[in-house]
């Protein structure tokens, strides 16, 4: 990401004035009627001025950005005193400013509001001066004092409630800024702040960007993250940081979860789709090591059946060799070989190339080859493969759920006639439950799993016991707001089919369960939910399943990170004949830069 060096321009208007015209009290330095920054902010978050021209506004420029959505914030040094009321303001230029940090500007053009995402995302708006006339009144002047975020100065609750009467927006709605954080950010938008010593609770990535926490007592986890356990539990101190500094002058640092943004990060706290309000930092900390390590769980003695799941994140034969042997190190080292392995999204043979081909043996054959060579087992695969280009995910990949499994220690239960569209039934066969066709799909036709991956049912032997596992990946999150929307609280209309979903499943459980009481079912994958979601209760209705996750004390429930926040997308639930278990999410991808997968993987230990 590159940036030319912005030119200065000549239009100095008043070149005597010094810095001291800063402390100056806004009536003796301007006509009464002028209209400041806190007028075009107000005091919700839509501006009273939207629409409107205004002419001459002056402020302090305290960030200029050069890239992406180019332009500059400017804040006001005669503040009104009203902490509802930002005086801080990003001027949209469109091309590269021609200014620079510390120079006092006067501003003309319209006022706006910019919604990141477009008005079907449901994010916030941003309140800006578009197609702008810039004047330099002076260079070199002082910044005003930022504003420190701290666990004293932001809230504890995340968002007030929409107004039903406007959809449950909260646009309307006057800032409470000492009651919320979501105001608290509106009310200091484009405004300088600072985060001191912040703690990382979600790793650095490729587009640079990393997340602390300036409230660290709020649901830590056990590794240094921050735990949402809750639709309310949103957590009101996660906060983004970004750099001004281009990375072709200075790279953006590598942090992992639990690392330390050290020393000060200041900079203008600006609003965008991903992730909402951010720190972009014209002076970024330093980020201290505090020596994550990746998990290793304990290996399966004789007598247990050890079942585990891992979203590979779409693998296929054209991935580099490396994440093949980084995937299979963590099933040999970090997983300790499994029995039994439900895959999710694995890719046909030539992955993104959007033709006809549907095998993933070639795929599967280089990930277990992969794996022999790391010293794991020689695991065989059991799959049905979906009718192309019907199951979602990236388009041409084909995506869908596949069992691995070491024939040293089980067996498959192979009965034929399962297929792309073929529905499993269940059977008695000498009092014990069984499936009429192994490896098949579960209902696969219901409209639940339209453009979804079918869940793989599977039959298998262990001691001469009957466990029967499906391996699941539900519809994704596409769709939902954001923590951050507009509308509180945000609307999860993904949600929808995931609970189809999970009657689904939890009806063919019940299948199962009534033919035999205490079968030994075990229900996992990516479910693309949480351990407190309506569709976690649609998969453990009546007493068919349990989430393991709940058996794990509360700050290590996380499998995922997203957005600062450490939660459960990935779950593992078994049926009331598998009463005694020993479960384990295996932190290996989520809290760290350098990733194999974006999930972590999990693993059940049970003997049937």
Do not use: C
Request: glycine share 10%; proline share 6%; charged share 25%.
């Amino acid at each position: 990401m590159s940036r030319s060096q912005a030119a200065r321009t000549a239009a100095l208007t008043v070149a005597a004035l010094t810095s001291t015209l800063l402390a100056v009290p806004a009536s003796a330095a301007e006509p009464a009627d002028t209209v400041r920054i806190h007028d075009i902010q107000g005091t919700t978050r839509v501006s009273p001025l939207v629409g409107e021209q205004v002419s001459q506004v002056s402020g302090v420029v305290t960030g200029v950005r050069t890239y992406g959505s180019r332009g500059f914030w400017m804040q006001d040094t005669a503040p009104d005193g009203d902490p509802a009321t930002s005086e801080g303001l990003f001027v949209f230029t469109s091309s590269v400013p021609r200014v620079a940090v510390g120079d006092l500007v006067q501003v003309s053009g319209t006022v706006t509001e910019y919604r990141p995402g477009g008005n079907s995302s449901g994010n916030q708006t941003l309140t800006q001066i578009s197609r702008p006339q810039v004047t330099v009144v002076s260079s070199g002047n002082p910044l005003p004092a930022p504003v420190t975020l701290d666990s004293a100065s932001v809230p504890e609750a995340y968002a007030p409630q929409g107004d039903p009467a406007a959809g449950g927006s909260i646009e309307g709605l006057e800032l409470r800024p000492r009651a919320y954080a979501l105001d608290l950010y509106e009310s200091l938008e484009g405004m300088d702040v600072r985060i001191r010593d912040a703690r990382v609770i979600g790793p650095s990535t490729q587009y640079a960007e990393l997340w602390v926490t300036v409230r660290p007592e709020q649901n830590p986890s056990a590794r240094g993250g921050t735990v949402y356990g809750g639709y309310d539990e949103q957590n009101s101190g996660r906060l983004k940081v970004e750099s001004l500094t281009p990375l072709s002058q200075e790279p953006f640092p590598t942090a992992n979860t639990g690392d330390v943004l050290a020393g000060a990060t200041t900079g203008p706290l600006d609003y965008e789709q991903y992730g909402g309000y951010h720190v972009v930092a014209r002076e970024l900390g330093e980020v201290e090591d505090r020596g994550l390590e990746r998990e290793r769980t304990r290996a399966q003695r004789r007598g247990e059946l050890a079942v585990a799941t891992y979203n590979v994140e779409n693998l296929h034969p054209g991935n580099d060799q490396e994440k093949f042997d980084r995937l299979a190190r963590g099933v040999v080292e970090n997983l300790a070989s499994p029995d039994i392995l439900a895959l999710e999204e694995i890719q046909d043979d030539n992955g993104p190339v959007n033709d006809d081909v549907v095998s993933a043996d070639a795929t599967l054959t280089k990930f277990t080859d992969a794996i022999t060579a790391a010293g794991g087992p020689r695991y065989e695969w059991r799959a049905v493969d979906p009718v192309d280009d019907a199951d979602g995910g990236q388009p041409g990949g084909n995506i869908r759920n596949v069992f691995l499994f070491n024939p040293e220690r089980v067996s498959f239960v192979d009965r034929p006639g399962g297929g792309a569209t073929t529905a499993v039934g269940v059977e008695r066969e000498r009092g014990r439950a069984v499936l009429t066709h192994s490896p098949a799909r579960v209902a696969p036709n219901d409209t639940a799993w339209k453009d979804s991956r079918k869940p793989l049912a599977g039959e298998f032997r262990f001691r001469g016991r009957t466990v029967i596992v499906v391996a699941n990946h539900f519809a994704s999150k596409g769709g939902d707001q954001s923590l951050h929307a507009a509308v509180q609280p945000p609307n999860r209309s993904s949600e929808v089919q995931r609970t189809a979903q999970a009657r689904v499943v939890n009806h063919f459980v019940r299948q199962v369960l009534a033919v035999e009481r205490k079968a030994n079912v075990v229900v996992l994958g990516d479910i693309n939910d949480f351990e407190f979601s309506a569709t976690t209760r649609e998969l453990t209705a009546g007493g068919a399943l349990r989430s393991a996750v709940l058996s794990l004390p509360e700050e290590e429930r996380y499998t995922y990170v997203y957005d600062g926040n450490a939660q459960v997308l990935d779950q593992t639930l078994v049926s009331p004949g598998i009463d005694r278990f020993d479960y384990d999410i295996v932190h290996v991808n989520a809290e760290f830069a350098d990733q194999a997968s974006d999930h972590d993987p999990q693993v059940i230990r049970f003997r049937p």
